[in-house]
């Protein structure tokens, strides 16, 4: 079975640092890109990060950007994010998804590439309270 | 960034009724549109992507369309299972996502 399981999250200070893992099992985890995503109380989704399959490459949304690190140990089937100087504005569950791709021919020999996010996890929840 | 603008925000609907809600993109997105459910305390779960695809193992009752900046989804004949909010999300470039739709039951 494809999963995604979270974990790490909890009650940290303003300014102070949090790790997130997410463990993925029942599929090949380095060929994948993955996501970060969080949902503060009561709101809606928001994308956080990415990281491409082998780790070189990465992006951030502006909110977390100089603050928070996605990485990925392969070798380990694992998902990090490092939250650093961290804001009550950060309260959120945090969800890692698998990035998703379907190749779509179209004419005249060329493709079009749709990217979606097909597995989530649970999600942890990450509270930043003094 | 391209903003994602999803309408009504909520809505009220019976069992059996046909429920559409828009999506409307701050450009063009060409297809690059995925649509997800999330129930109370629960994960998104993926119904459709590159705007009309039904993810595997999703009912029929459910379908998108759309192109250019605005999509639609619309789920044909309301099942109590249904009732949760709906989000869309946009690939085109860096992933955001539109504010949701509420379904309830009326």
């Known amino acids: 079975e494809v999963q995604l399981v979270e974990s790490g999250g909890g009650l940290v200070q303003p300014g102070g640092s949090l790790r997130l893992s997410c463990a993925a099992s029942?599929?090949?985890?380095?060929?994948?890109?993955m996501h970060w995503v969080r949902q503060a109380p009561g709101k809606g989704l928001v994308w956080v990060s990415r990281i491409n399959s082998d780790g070189s490459s990465t992006s951030y949304a502006d909110s977390v950007k100089g603050r928070f690190t996605i990485s990925r140990d392969n070798a380990k089937n694992t998902l990090y994010l490092q939250m650093n100087s961290l804001r009550a504005e950060d309260t959120a569950v945090y969800y890692c998804a698998r990035d998703a791709i379907v190749v779509v021919p179209a004419a005249s020999l060329y493709y079009y590439y749709y990217y979606y996010m097909d597995v989530w996890g649970k999600g942890t929840t990450v509270t930043v309270s003094s | 960034d391209i903003q994602m603008t999803q309408s009504p925000s909520s809505l009220s609907a019976s069992v059996g009724d046909r429920v559409t809600i828009t999506c409307r993109a701050s450009?063009?997105?060409?297809?690059?549109l995925a649509w997800y459910q999330q129930k109370p305390g629960k994960a998104p779960k993926l119904l459709l992507y590159a705007a009309s695809r039904l993810e595997s193992g999703v009912p029929s009752r459910f379908s998108g369309s759309g192109s250019g900046t605005d999509y639609t989804l619309t789920i044909s004949s309301l099942q109590p299972e249904d009732f949760a909010t709906y989000y869309c999300q946009q690939y085109y470039s860096t992933p955001t996502f539109g504010g949701g739709t509420k379904v309830e039951i009326k």
């Open positions: 029942g599929f090949t985890f380095s060929s994948y890109w």
């Open positions: 450009q063009g997105i060409s297809n690059s």
